[in-house]
């Protein structure tokens, strides 16, 4: 295939002092590697045996630095917010800060906007002739969703004419405390029964089920995932029902064996909520209304396929009603998916892979495994499923399936790193990039499994040692860094003293969720000038900023409209 031609509109500047590389560029992304405030047990970062990166933090200080990977520094609401691959991924790519989709949403139920917009008048007919169904991720994580939109939703629906609704919840216990699916039932419950005192409407919780196990999957790593959702949110069918939301969750964490530990949120086998006549409260019907009240895309792209296309070949839908369908935002930009949606998504334009693909037709190889592939590919472009042309290569290493990562927590870390060191070595991306994310030490960490954990983070050093060996053997030049914290603090503290929190039995309450640290960003290899190094005036500086720095190792001057690069 002949190489496309250099689009000017996307041409960039030559760096005025670093040379274009003749070799690769290496960008490592170590998913959920933050840089800890405690340096304790319950860091399985410092707890791990990480001779590479440790030696990058000593070896040279002016090439190795913290970025804020949270909060209002990738585009989240508050600084509250943790950071997540999504919004770190977009701006470790696009090199600017945007309104992610939570702020967006937020605007958009805050001003009432919203019920304004096509989205919800294409939904409107058949929520106020027929049932709205809201399907989503139910907690306060604020990473795929947020409790007091759902809410909104609600609430604001049953406003406008909607008079049946039906709420089909996956539960967490990834971004938030494992076992609070009992508390967010409880309170939707209470919601709920709220509503239908305030509003006069039918509203109940219809289905169900653990989140990593019905209906969120990802990246088509495991459809069976979704098709246990259909068959649970559309079908009514599911191997356990119940005619009490909250029983259904206690009932499914129950221990298997006696004196086991419970089962995780994540993981809680699908249910369907029945009424005393022993039927399905909420199946989906024909002349219905449904919409995923999740803003964030990577696990809801495939079901969102499945009410969408009529053409559909991916599990048996059995029945494939005739429903209007909306996303709470748009999904996938290019697929144009869902065709309806609440609240337009972030509009992530002119990022760095567009200007090296399209002006510096420069090589980009992009690989991992299923878990994150779409990480460092769709989420990297700005929410883009497709390369922008060939001189971009996406590579997918299968995840295995349907296993708690902490059963193998070297993950597929062995074969990213053989496949990153080949495509350093072929010639085929010099001057270019290599760009790899490791899902271990974020993938583990959400087990909440501290000494699983230590392994990953342990085998992920040795695949950074390996590659960046390579690059030293080739003369390329190399980044490493993260898109937030995870494995860097594994256990539940006191807010005020960090004192690890631990059950009644003593047992410490481990952490799945992400953090709010900051995570590490170094640069070097033999292609490197050596008077290049970080500049001191951007204490701070966050993820972002590394996308202009990327172009300026690559030879480039960054367009104006990016943040400033890290580079002195
Ligand atoms: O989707 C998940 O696995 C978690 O909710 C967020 O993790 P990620 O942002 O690291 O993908
Ligand atoms: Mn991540
Ligand atoms: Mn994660």
């Known amino acids: ?72 520094a990738v585009g989240l609401p508050t600084d509250d917010d943790m950071g997540n691959s999504e919004v770190g991924h977009n701006a470790l790519g696009a090199g600017q800060v945007v309104d992610q989709g939570a702020r967006l949403c937020d605007k958009a139920l805050e001003s009432h906007r919203l019920w304004d917009l096509d989205g919800w008048k294409y939904l409107a007919p058949a929520a106020q002739a027929g049932t709205l ?49 009992v508390q967010y039932m409880q309170r939707l419950q209470k919601d709920l029964a709220t509503l239908r005192e305030a509003a006069g409407v039918d509203a109940a919780i219809a289905s169900g089920g653990g989140r990593m196990r019905v209906t969120m999957d990802r990246y088509e790593s495991d459809w069976k995932i979704v098709e246990r959702g259909w068959d649970a949110h559309v079908l009514g069918e599911a191997p356990s029902r119940f005619t009490d939301p ?31 006549d022993d039927k399905p409260v909420g199946p989906i019907e024909d002349g219905d209304a449904v919409v995923i009240f999740n803003f964030r895309a990577d696990r809801v792209l495939e079901l969102s396929r499945a009410f969408e296309y009529e053409k559909f070949d991916k599990f048996e839908r059995k029945r494939h009603p005739k429903v209007r369908f909306a996303g709470l935002m748009q999904y996938d930009g290019e697929e144009k998916l869902p065709k309806h949606f609440l609240v337009p998504p972030p509009d992530i334009e002119r990022t760095t892979g567009e200007y090296l693909a399209r002006g510096c037709c420069v090589p980009t190889y992009a690989c991992s495994e299923s878990q994150k592939i779409g990480h460092v590919s769709f989420f990297w472009n700005g929410n883009r499923g497709q390369p922008f042309n060939s001189l971009e290569t996406w590579h997918e290493v299968p995840s295995d399936k349907n296993i708690p990562f902490n059963e193998k927590p070297e993950m597929k870390s062995r074969e990213i790193a053989d496949l990153g060191k080949e495509a350093l070595r072929s010639g085929k991306f010099d001057g270019g990039q290599v760009r790899l994310n490791f899902p271990n030490p974020d993938m583990v960490g959400h087990t909440g499994d501290l000494e699983a954990t230590i392994v990953a983070c342990t085998a992920v050093d040795k695949c950074v040692k390996e590659l960046l060996d390579e690059v030293e053997a080739v003369g390329g030049r190399w980044l490493v860094t993260a898109d937030h914290g995870n494995a860097e603090d594994m256990v539940q503290r006191d807010k005020k003293t960090g004192t690890p929190l631990r059950e009644a039995d003593g047992r410490p309450r481990p952490l799945t969720a992400h953090t709010l640290n900051p995570v590490p960003v170094v640069i070097g290899g033999p292609g490197l000038p050596d008077s290049v190094r970080f500049r001191e005036d951007l204490p701070n500086a966050g993820l972002a900023n590394v996308g202009p720095t990327i172009l300026n190792l690559l030879g480039y001057e960054a367009p104006p409209h990016m943040v400033p690069t890290l580079l002195a």
Not at 2 to 15: F, G, M, N, V, Y
Not at 52 to 63: F, I, Y
Not at 142 to 167: F, I, K, M
Not at 265 to 273: A, R, S
């Open 1 to 72: 295939m002949t190489a496309p031609a250099p689009d000017d509109k996307w041409k960039l500047k030559p760096h005025p002092s670093i040379p274009k590389p003749d070799k690769p560029l290496l960008v490592v992304v170590l998913d959920g590697w933050g840089e800890g405030t405690h340096n304790d047990d319950f860091n399985a970062i410092h707890k791990a045996d990480t001779p590479c990166m440790d030696s990058l933090k000593e070896g040279a200080p002016q090439r190795w630095r913290l970025l804020k990977a949270h909060g209002t």
């Open 133 to 181: 169904h809201l399907i989503g991720l139910l907690s306060d994580g604020g990473v795929h969703s947020r409790y007091d939109q759902l809410l909104l939703l609600l609430t604001g629906a049953a406003e406008r004419g909607a008079e049946r609704l039906r709420v089909h919840c996956l539960t967490d216990g990834r971004d938030v405390e494992d076992g609070t699916s």
């Open 246 to 276: 909250v029983e259904a969750v206690e009932k499914l964490r129950e221990p298997k064996a006696l004196g086991g530990k419970p089962a995780s949120d994540q993981w809680l086998e699908p249910f369907v909520i029945v009424g005393k």
